[in-house]
Nanobody, 114 residues
Framework: VQLQASGGGLVQPGGSLRLSCTAS????????MGWYRQAPGKQRELVAT???????DYGDSVKGRFTISRDNDHDTVYLQMNSLQPDDTAVYYC?????????WGQGTQVTVSS
């Protein structure tokens, strides 16, 4: 499974960004897809994930501001990020798993700054 992410960038506080990640390869094994992030000097943390059946899980710090969605027909997951704050600055990594095996995409930088 390969994961290709896009959509990061620089945004002002209070702004919005949308990330997308498309899976290719053996996509039939995938259950969960989603995003984790890692800020400088911090551990990688959950942002949001969604299962093939539509169940979602969010990190506490993004609940109510970020929304994850998934297009199963195109093996793509989206992360709509609203009300972005400087603490959201991090490298965002696309994630997928299947049969208990994790897959990671390359990171995409999100910077929230005025």
């Amino acid at each position: 499974v390969q994961l290709q992410a896009s959509g990061g960038g620089l945004v002002q506080p209070g702004g919005s960004l949308r990330l997308s990640c498309t899976a290719s390869g053996s996509v039939f094994v995938i259950n969960r897809m989603g995003w984790y992030r890692q800020a400088p000097g911090k551990q990688r943390e959950l942002v949001a994930t969604t299962t093939a059946g539509g169940s979602t899980d969010y990190g506490d710090s993004v609940k109510g501001r970020f929304t994850i969605s998934r297009d199963n027909d195109h093996d793509t997951v989206y992360l709509q990020m609203n009300s972005l704050q400087p603490d959201d600055t991090a490298v965002y990594y696309c994630y997928a798993d299947g049969f208990l095996k994790p897959y990671w995409g390359q990171g995409t930088q999100v910077t929230v700054s005025s």
